[in-house]
């Protein structure tokens, strides 16, 4: 990645602030980043506050930055609406590939694109058979898993032999230091900080028993860079540790590194048709790009906690 010039969109978010840090530690290209804040305390060479659906503001974004290798991560989670969901995933995929398209590469060599997916385009009857491979017929059944799935299926068809080479990434659920609260680890890290503060008790939580398998993001980002240097064209690749873990577990793990003593409240019964167990496997990545994850879930879960204290 050295002598390269790398965009990022989405750079704010948690995924974003790690892949930064990894490309400086990595890399001495420079960096520019998108996203909606005003101003990021973020280590890149430029940044522009830009909504990735204006289509005008994404090409002049494109136009001065003229990339070699971008990192698509912008969009919106499960949280929000629907109707945005889809508008602002979808949309601002296809904003960004128009202006890429459109930009003549100074090198002759086509523009490297990575476009972050997720497990959720998979759906519960494409997880009945473990572990999920790539090319599982997808059957996504939130608002979120379809917008990417949808993503993922504009990626695929990008023609060979254009200005633009697409590689879609395909993480399960990623873990460490910045998770958001919204997700249920980042939540549990958040309320027993509060309970080290001695200001609670209790960690109240959802279904204790599903499974789910974590990558660390900071394990996640290098596979991303990997990927961006030796991944092939219209392919997707898991970016998953291969196995799951019982929330309950990840859950005793932090309480025990924390050294608390709480009393665990589990609110809800599990919702019908959730999902009980799901893991990847990652041996494409590993064959093809060289790529296997480094970091236990014992450390990731202690560095969510330290980061959440």
């Known amino acids: 990645m050295h002598n390269q010039r790398i965009l990022i969109t989405g750079v704010c978010g948690f995924t974003g602030r790690h892949l930064v840090a990894h490309l400086c530690h990595v890399s001495s290209a420079s960096i520019t980043g998108i996203d909606t804040l005003a101003e990021p305390a973020l280590p890149v060479d430029r940044y522009f506050a830009c909504d990735l659906t204006d289509q005008a503001a994404v090409n002049e974004v494109v136009n001065e930055s003229r990339p070699t290798t971008v990192f698509h991560l912008a969009g919106l989670m499960g949280g929000a609406a629907a109707d945005a969901v889809m508008r602002v995933n979808i949309g601002g995929f296809q904003c960004l590939v128009s202006a890429l398209r459109r930009l003549e590469s100074m090198d002759g060599r086509p523009i490297r694109l990575v476009t972050v997916g997720s497990a959720a385009e998979i759906g519960s009857k494409s997880a009945a058979k473990l572990p999920v491979v790539e090319d599982v017929p997808c059957q996504p059944e939130s608002p979120y898993g379809q917008s990417k799935w949808e993503v993922t299926q504009r990626a695929l068809v990008e023609p060979a032999g254009g200005p633009l080479e697409i590689i879609?990434?395909?993480?399960?659920?990623?873990?460490?230091?910045?998770?958001?609260?919204?997700?249920?680890?980042?939540?549990?890290?958040?309320?027993?900080?509060?309970?080290?503060?001695?200001?609670?008790?209790?960690?109240?939580?959802?279904?204790?028993?599903?499974?789910?398998?974590?990558?660390?993001?900071?394990?996640?980002?290098?596979?991303?860079?990997?990927?961006?240097?030796?991944?092939?064209?219209?392919?997707?690749?898991?970016?998953?540790?291969?196995?799951?873990?019982?929330?309950?577990?990840?859950?005793?793990?932090?309480?025990?590194?924390?050294?608390?003593?709480?009393?665990?409240?589990?609110?809800?019964?599990?919702?019908?048709?959730?999902?009980?167990?799901?893991?990847?496997?990652?041996?494409?990545?590993?064959?093809?790009?060289?790529?296997?994850?480094?970091?236990?879930?014992?450390?990731?879960?202690?560095?969510?906690?330290?980061?959440?204290?």
């Open 168 to 309: 879609v990434a395909r993480p399960f659920n990623l873990v460490g230091p910045g998770l958001s609260p919204q997700l249920a680890l980042g939540n549990f890290a958040r309320q027993i900080a509060a309970a080290i503060r001695g200001e609670t008790s209790e960690v109240r939580c959802g279904p204790l028993d599903t499974r789910r398998d974590f990558v660390d993001v900071r394990d996640a980002v290098a596979a991303y860079v990997q990927l961006a240097e030796r991944g092939r064209h219209g392919q997707i690749y898991n970016v998953c540790l291969g196995k799951s873990f019982r929330l309950g577990r990840l859950l005793e793990i932090l309480i025990t590194l924390a050294n608390v003593q709480v009393r665990v409240v589990s609110e809800s019964p599990p919702r019908p048709g959730d999902l009980k167990d799901i893991y990847g496997d990652r041996a494409k990545i590993s064959r093809e790009v060289g790529w296997k994850p480094t970091i236990s879930i014992e450390h990731s879960l202690a560095d969510l906690l330290a980061a959440a204290a």
